[in-house]
């Protein structure tokens, strides 16, 4: 009998691709996908992207969508308890193995295991350790569409938001740019693919640089003092609208 399993899905091209690969398995059976969403602009998490973007998407892979609400300023303690009681509910429905896109950030891997042996679920990642060209090269090969909808100012600035990630995305992103911005340097919206009944429809409207500020506690921040200088804090966003 295959694993009853749940994927993490951040609405963008690594969760998409991990989905791909992990539906063409007998090992799984993919019974929904788990979204955050900041509770307070009815977006998806680290993205920025509206809701109703999200749920055509979800509608158009035929999945069911279990969604986290997250206030707009949350602790780690905050975050890490209500991820619990979610996970904890998701066990209690006989989920047991948990789907990530994650590629080779080390301590994230560890965060994710540690918090979910402790509930008895097993975390799976098809991409772990995968060469990032190569993933981008299967994305675009089988046929899966993609917008930029988050980057760092700092990284690949305005001139890359509200792009399509295609051959010429690549081609153009600047030296020590990860392929699959596995370093946070832009986050995507996939809007079309082998996993899609049919292509989900929006307009691109305004584009936002945002800034943010490390939060004044030690435990809450995600850096370390010799990161400071290099950390990114502005953003671009693309507001997409549906159609």
Known sequence: MPYK??????????????????LQEDTY?????????????????????????????????????????????????QYGMIMNQHVQQLKNDGYTHAVFGDIFLEDLKAYREEQLNTLGVKAVFPLWKNDTKSLMREFIDAGFKAITVSVSDKKLGKDFIGRL??????KDLP?????????????????????????????????????????????DNCFRDE???????????CELIPD
Request: contains cysteine; proline residues 5%; charged residues 25%.
């Open 5 to 22: 399993t749940y994927m993490n899905w951040s609405s963008g091209k690594d969760s998409c691709l991990a989905l791909y690969r992990i």
């Open 227 to 237: 990161d400071e200088v290099t950390w990114d804090s502005s953003f671009w966003f």
């Open 29 to 77: 059976d993919v019974g929904t996908l788990v979204t955050t969403m900041n509770d307070e602009v009815g977006r998806v998490s680290m993205h920025g992207l509206p809701k109703q973007l999200l749920f055509e998407q979800v509608k158009q892979i035929g999945l069911p969508l279990h969604t986290i609400n997250l206030p707009g300023v949350v602790s780690m303690e």
């Open 175 to 219: 030296e020590g740019v990860d392929p699959c911005g596995e370093n946070g340097e832009f986050h995507t919206f996939v809007f079309d693919g082998p996993v899609f009944k049919d292509p989900v429809s929006f307009s691109i409207g305004e584009k936002i640089l945002r800034s943010y500020k490390p939060s004044e506690k030690e435990e």
């Open 165 to 170: 990630v295609d051959d010429q995305f690549l």
